[in-house]
């Protein structure tokens, strides 16, 4: 599976911002994407996930009730939906194949798409 992040930019805190993640490629079933992220001086991070079979979704405490991951099938994309961002989201937001405790992935890193909250 190839994955290929885009959509960051600068936005006000409080702002919205909408990310999608391309897939290519196949996977055997049961597979998740995730989104990471890492922050200046930070380690990354995996912040939500969606299942392959069900749409199964977690979401970091960080994240929980601002961001919604969703999937358009036909399209083979993944989105991440950013609302009441924050100063401190402010990171390189990179998708990735991996597992449910997302302490691993397939692959290596895309080139990730910053994203700046700023005003």
């Known amino acids: 599976v190839q994955l290929v992040e885009s959509g960051g930019g600068l936005v006000q805190p409080g702002g919205s911002l909408r990310l999608s993640c391309a897939v290519s490629?196949?996977?055997?079933?049961?597979?998740?994407i995730g989104w990471f992220r890492q922050a200046p001086g930070k380690e990354r991070e995996g912040i939500t996930y969606?299942?392959?079979?069900?749409?199964?979704?977690y979401y970091a405490d960080s994240v929980k009730g601002r961001f919604t991951i969703s999937r358009d099938i036909l399209k083979n994309t993944v989105f991440l939906q950013m609302s009441s961002l924050k100063v401190e989201d402010t990171a390189v937001y990179y998708c990735?194949?991996?597992?449910?405790?997302?302490?691993?992935?397939?692959?290596?890193w895309g080139q990730g798409t910053q994203v700046t909250v700023s005003s």
């Open positions: 990735a194949r991996t597992i449910p405790s997302m302490s691993y992935i397939y692959g290596s």
């Open positions: 969606i299942g392959s079979i069900d749409g199964k979704t």
């Open positions: 490629g196949t996977a055997e079933d049961p597979y998740y």
